[in-house]
Nanobody, 126 residues
Framework: QVQLVESGGGLVQSGGSLRLSCAAS????????IGWFRQAPGKEREGVSC????????YNTDSVKGRFTISRDNAKNTVYLQMNSLGPEDTGVYYC???????????????????WGQGTQVTVSS
C-alpha cells in the first residue's frame, strides 16, 4: 500500500527546533511534489512548505519563510521539514502529502494531493 508516515513531532519551547520526517513506502517520493501542511486547533489545514518533483524548487508560506526548510533524501525515500525559531503559532498537527502523479509543481491546495500521512503533533509552549 502507498503510505506516508510522519514522525519527529513533540513538545518544544518557543525558539526551539524540530525536524519532521515523512517516510514513504509503496512509491518513490522523487516522482512527486511533496507538501507539508499543518492544522492548528480550531483552524483549517494550511500549506506550510513544498518541494517540487526532482527538487526543482521549494516553496514556503510567508509565515514560515526563513524559519522552515524542506528537503528530500531520495536514498531514504524521505522528506524532511526542519523547523527553527518555533513559536506558539506553529502549534498544530503536521501532515506530509504527495501530489497526484504527473503534477510537477507545488500547490497550496490540499485537493491536489492524493496521499496523506496521519500527522504528527507539534506543540510549542510560550
Amino acid at each position: 500500500q502507498v503510505q506516508l508516515v510522519e514522525s519527529g513531532g513533540g513538545l518544544v519551547q518557543s525558539g526551539g527546533s524540530l525536524r519532521l520526517s515523512c517516510a514513504a513506502s509503496g512509491f518513490t517520493l522523487d516522482y512527486y511534489a511533496i507538501g507539508w501542511f499543518r492544522q492548528a486547533p480550531g483552524k483549517e489545514r494550511e500549506g506550510v512548505s513544498c518541494i517540487s518533483i526532482s527538487d526543482r524548487s521549494t516553496y514556503n508560506t510567508d509565515s514560515v519563510k526563513g524559519r522552515f526548510t524542506i528537503s528530500r533524501d531520495n536514498a531514504k525515500n524521505t522528506v524532511y521539514l526542519q523547523m527553527n525559531s518555533l513559536g506558539p503559532e506553529d502549534t498544530g498537527v503536521y501532515y506530509c502529502a504527495a501530489e497526484a502523479f504527473g503534477q510537477k509543481e507545488c500547490s497550496w491546495s490540499r485537493l491536489r494531493y492524493d496521499y496523506w500521512g496521519q500527522g504528527t503533533q507539534v506543540t510549542v509552549s510560550s
